[in-house]
């Protein structure tokens, strides 16, 4: 196997290990008061978008370094992973628990059982925000003509993760009451989703430094060229 091959399994493993450790730790969620409009508090929601990003900077190093098939592969493997691992997990809380069992059902139950409608929300959101962030990657690369790396890197990003915000949220929590029975309005999940964006696209800036580490690593350490742009 090649340097370059290899290169590419690494970043697919990592890429679904990020994937499904987002998905996996979704359920779990944060507060942190940002700031207010209109009434509305901005906080943040999943700790699952603390690894999710990771997912958008391997997307972009593997478009950048093996185009847009290869990096529509790597998002459909992280779709089959994820889809399998929903299976595998609804099987395990199926299976009867044992009396010795140091985990009993109900908090099994209580971890994993509101992946259900989780997974299909993020699934949904990770599938249209990946395919996005791949086409509009290559768009900003060709007029760019391979130049500015942090512009279509991040500009990939405020178009993707702002569909991939508004999709999760809305799946997640359209008819779904909050802690005093009331239903959350549109307004309210708009908030959420806003909420998920900002600080997903911060997270995006952050890791921006990284992409000009990784790239400048593979470039010089393992010698792997980025391809020009494709037409």
């Known amino acids: 196997m090649s340097t370059r091959e290899r290169l590419f399994v690494s970043l697919t493993a990592v890429f679904v ?3 499904l450790v987002a998905d996996l730790t979704g359920g779990k969620f944060f507060r942190v008061a940002l700031f207010q409009v209109g009434g509305y508090e901005f906080v943040t929601h999943s700790v699952g978008m603390l690894s999710f990003p990771i997912t958008f900077l391997l997307t972009d190093l593997i478009n950048d370094f093996y185009g847009k098939r290869a990096a529509r592969l790597v998002t459909a493997i992280g779709l089959g992973c994820a889809a399998l691992t929903f ?17 009993s059902q109900d908090d099994f139950d209580a971890v994993f059982a509101m992946s259900n409608r989780l997974y299909i929300a993020s699934l949904t959101a990770y599938v249209v925000g990946q395919l996005t962030d791949i086409w509009m990657f290559g768009v900003i690369k060709r007029w760019t003509q391979g130049r500015l790396v942090w512009l279509r890197a991040t500009g990939s990003t ?23 029975g009331t239903v959350l309005d549109p307004g309210a999940i708009l908030v959420i989703a806003a909420t998920g964006y900002i600080l997903k696209f911060v997270l995006a800036l952050a890791l921006t430094p990284v992409l000009y580490l990784g790239r400048w690593l593979i470039r010089t350490r393992l010698g792997v060229q980025p391809l020009p742009a494709e037409s």
Do not use: C, E, H, N
Request: proline content about 5%; glycine content about 6%.
């Open 158 to 180: 405020v178009v993707s993760q702002a569909l991939d915000s508004l999709l999760v949220t809305y799946i997640l929590f359209a008819g779904v009451a909050d802690a005093k």
């Open 17 to 19: 290990t990020a994937l």
């Open 87 to 103: 299976v595998l997990v609804y099987a395990g809380r199926k299976i009867p628990v044992a009396g010795f069992s140091p985990i």
